[in-house]
């Protein structure tokens, strides 16, 4: 003879444990609606769901509210060290307000991206946070034109009326000419990011634009293809050929001025007795150099943080007027810098 099969658990089983009203369990599980309710309620209802292995039916929910509770992220390069904690901060803040977060790779590639959001879409995302933003992106564009609520991180675009979190880059690149100046360095050279992406531009012009105030040389500047280390060493090797006068180098972001170590390494270049070197991000086991990296850290957790409960306002439609907000990043000196040679 076949066993019975367990009847389901209900929301009203869930109800009659705890002694409430099933209405009262509805938002007690329901992250955006608890705070309605008592958290010694909230915890009981919590325990006995549990207990009777009750859990809401999301679809149901998304069918009711018109919502699939799941927010899409678009990330340039998962194999960058930077993205995972942004990522975390993504995710644990969405999670917290009850959605799902559907993460896409899309090695920093428009057609990826297209299709990483095509993707998205079809599975009815209630909003995207977007890594791969380029100075002229499309995606932006579509997002706008089909009512798709997004939030930009870590980089923005060339054009007004959107939500972004990004870094004061302006800040972070001072902090790092400052600390050189005070070394006594006036021969400074820059790896740059892609000048197509807004932070390797505005890394780009905060240094020139630094230089330039203080009477200094601000051409020796090279910008790289991407942000990696074949391009840092690429780069680094080209600067040195057009002129070995500099005696700092600023990196556009970490895995450049790997490359550029690299590069030193390989031609018999001391760092940084010969010439110093500083990057941008502080990325995991970066001080575990020796001489260890003088970098810029980046707020990586918070910025993802704030990015996804700029995004849940618009979601819920308690957004105001799309506003750019600027992290401020610091500055942490390592062995990597040093006084400059005579």
């Not at 194999?79 to 790779?105: C, H, K, S, Y």
């Not at 780069?235 to 050929?241: D, G, H, I, N, S």
């Amino acid at each position: 003879m076949n066993a019975r099969k367990k009847a389901k658990v209900t929301i009203r089983d869930v109800a009659d444990l705890v002694g409430v009203h099933h209405s009262t369990v509805s938002r007690a599980l329901s992250p955006d609606k608890r705070g309605k309710i008592s958290p010694a309620v909230v915890k009981k209802v919590e325990r006995a769901a549990k207990k009777l292995g009750y859990y809401p039916n999301i679809v149901a929910s998304s069918l009711k509210l018109n919502r699939s509770f799941t927010v899409g992220v678009l990330i340039p390069d998962l194999m960058n060290p930077l993205f995972p904690p942004i990522i975390r901060g993504i995710q644990d803040t969405a999670e917290a307000a009850g959605f799902t977060v559907l993460t896409a790779n899309t090695d920093d590639e428009e057609d990826k991206e297209q299709s990483a959001l095509k993707m998205m879409r079809g599975r009815s995302i209630d909003g995207v946070i977007i890594a791969t933003a380029r100075r002229q992106e499309p995606i932006v564009e579509e997002c706008i034109a089909n009512d798709i609520p997004f939030v930009l991180v870590n980089r923005t675009v060339d054009r007004d009326g959107v939500n972004a979190v990004v870094l004061d880059e302006t800040f972070g690149v001072r902090s790092i000419l400052d600390h050189l100046m005070s070394l006594k360095h006036t021969q400074i050279a820059h790896i740059a990011g892609p000048q197509h992406t807004s932070t390797g531009y505005h890394r780009a012009k905060a240094f020139t634009d630094y230089l330039r105030i203080h009477d200094l040389p601000a051409d020796r500047v090279e910008v790289a293809a991407k942000f990696t280390v074949d391009e840092g060493r690429r780069a680094f090797k080209a600067l040195l050929a057009r002129d070995n006068r500099f005696t700092a180098v600023v990196a556009g972001n970490d895995l450049l001025a790997l490359g550029c170590i690299d590069a030193m390494q390989e031609m018999g270049i001391n760092y940084p007795d010969n010439i110093s070197i500083a990057g941008y991000d502080d990325i995991p086991f970066i001080e575990r150099m020796n001489p260890a990296l003088t970098t810029v850290v980046v707020p990586k957790y918070e910025m993802g943080s704030q990015a996804t409960k700029t995004l849940l306002e618009i979601i819920g439609g308690k957004s105001k007027e799309p506003v750019v907000m600027r992290m401020q990043p610091r500055l942490v000196v390592r062995g990597s810098t040093a006084i400059a040679p005579r």
